[in-house]
Structures are given as C-alpha cells and as structure tokens.
C-alpha cells in the first residue's frame, strides 16, 4: 500500500467493453483501426498548421490547441485499452490507475473550455470583424489556452485529491475499460458523499458554463448572419462554424449523458457507450470534420502536399 492514503487495494481490474472472448479480436482491431486515425489525423493538423503560414491565425491557433488535447485524450485511454482485449486479466495498478484518471480528467475538461473558446472567437469573427485583430490578438489567445489548461488542472487536480482520499478495500473491479470518475466511486468502502458533491460541481461548471459560452455565441452569430443581404455571405458565414457545431453537438451531447444523469436512472453499460464518443470517437472525428468541412484546411493540404511531393 502507498503510504499517505487510505487504500487497501493495490491494483484494480478492469472490466472492459464486453465479457464475451469471440468480441475480443474484432474490437482490437476496431478500435486499433481509430487509434490510427486518431493519431494521424491530429498530428497531421497539427503539422499543416504549424507549417502553412496562411493558417496562421486565431482559429486554427485554437484547432491545433484542440487537436494537442484530442491526441493526448485518446493515447492516454486506447493503448491500454488495446492491450487488455489481449489480456487474460485486465489488470491495472493502483499509481497507474490514479495517474490515468488525472490525465484523462486534465484533457477532458481542456477540450470543454476549448470548444467555449473557439466559438467565442467565431463571434467576435463574425459579430465585430473590424475589431477581430485586435480583439483576438497573439496576447489574448494565448492567455485563453493558458486559462484553459489552468482550469483543466485545477479540476484534474481536485478530482485525483478527493479520490486519493477514498478508503478502497476489497472490492476492486472496476466497470469499465478505463479508470473514470463514476466507477470508482461504486468501489469505495468508505463514504464518498465528498467526492459525488465535487463531481457535481465541477461537473456543471465544465458542461453548463462552456454550453453557455457557446450558445451565446451562436445565438448573436445567427442573429449577425440573418442580417446579411447575400445568399452567398451567409452560406460562407455558416460555414466557418457548421464544423464546430458538429464537433460540439457529439462531445457535450455524450459527457452530458454520461456526468449529469442522476445515479438512480443512469446504466454504467449506458455510459460505456457514450463515453466510447467523447473519448475515442469525438478525438477520431475533430480533424475529419475540420478538414473535410473546412475550405481554408483544404487548400492549405493541397499546397503542403505539393510543396512536399512536387519541389
């Protein structure tokens, strides 16, 4: 046992996706299949970002941001989750488990305050261009990626005490195929009163209050749209944002169904599913969506493509 806790339990069993071998085989290679995607599609648009100069700017400053979180959400939660579809037991120590879940925590409330602060920045695009430059300067974003990572760990940090705190003893398998927040917390043989009270706020705080942001922001974008004259002006300005409504309708639409369902309606089985969308299927998705959606993206991938392959 670590001294300085109150747990008895040294390791932890994970109970994965599904009990049944003939599954075991098909979901590796499903979800090894996405890993792949996962990873080269982030660090794909992390690299066109970085080295197209007419991408140099708030909105993909913020995308590349994204991307960061989405790669690190998904290899903090799959290789693992890869090796134990081959495992006989799906064994996961206790220090490992801990880590894991502040990790994971870290990079999910990141994405939430990320997606907040993208659609800010498509309203003040949208809603006050003459200021945009000004408004969202080098200065400012900055200080919002800082904000966000500030908050994420503050949030992560909290989580992981409280948890660190909480006396396990005898029962230690956990249902899931990942060291989450709601299924640790079926473990405990001591009270976790404590912890459910700051799941709850920290909770609303990251779904509600990025949810705000962002409808807000979309309410005044729809209402500054709506009055331009051009059929054309409008289709353009719709399109910056369609591939940021997608990303944001699959992400809080699975962590709202997953964190703000009371304990008594809600299925762990149920919340495996969504949480498979905002852990593995939402990083997988985010640079389809950009770049499939995005004219800017497109052109910069041709460019970079044929300076690589053609000079």
């Not at 009990?19 to 979800?31: C, G, I, N, S, Y």
């Not at 200021?131 to 974003?141: A, D, H, K, P």
């Not at 992400?251 to 149920?270: E, K, R, T």
Request: glycine content about 4%.
């Amino acid at each position: 046992m670590v001294k300085g806790n109150l747990s008895e339990v040294t390791e932890f069993i994970l109970a994965g996706l599904t009990d049944k071998p003939e599954l075991q085989l098909p979901l590796f290679l499903l979800f090894l299949g996405i890993y792949v995607v996962t990873v080269v599609g982030n660090l794909g648009m992390i690299t066109l970002i970085l080295f197209s100069s007419q991408l140099y700017t708030p909105m993909y400053f913020f995308l590349s941001s994204l991307s960061f979180i989405d790669l690190c959400q998904s290899t903090v939660i799959i290789p693992k989750m890869l090796v134990n579809f081959s495992a006989v037991k799906n064994i996961i120590s206790y220090p490992e488990c801990m880590t894991q879940l502040y990790i994971f925590i870290t990079f999910a409330i990141a994405e939430c305050h990320m997606l907040a602060v993208m659609a800010y920045d498509r309203y003040v695009a949208i809603c006050n261009p003459l200021l945009y430059n000004v408004v969202m300067s080098y200065q400012v974003c900055s200080w919002m990626i800082f904000g966000v990572y500030t908050i994420a760990l503050i949030g992560a940090t909290t989580h992981t005490i409280c948890m660190l705190k909480v006396h396990f003893c005898k029962a230690n398998v956990i249902n899931h195929y990942f060291c989450d927040l709601f299924p640790l917390l079926e473990l405990p043989c001591s009270d976790t009163f404590i912890n459910e009270v700051v799941v709850l706020c920290f909770s609303v705080f990251n779904i509600f209050i990025p949810t705000l942001t962002i409808l807000s922001s979309y309410i005044f974008i729809i209402a500054s749209i709506l009055r331009i004259k051009s059929t054309e002006g409008r289709a353009k300005a719709f399109s910056t944002c369609s591939s940021h409504i997608s990303a944001v309708a699959i992400f809080f639409g699975s962590l709202a169904f997953m964190y703000l369902q009371p304990s008594s309606v809600s299925s762990m089985d149920q919340g495996k599913v969504s949480s498979v969308f905002y852990t593995i299927i939402v990083p997988m998705l985010n640079p389809l969506i950009y770049s499939l959606r995005n004219k800017d993206v497109k052109v910069a991938l041709n460019k970079f493509l044929e300076r690589k392959f053609f000079l």
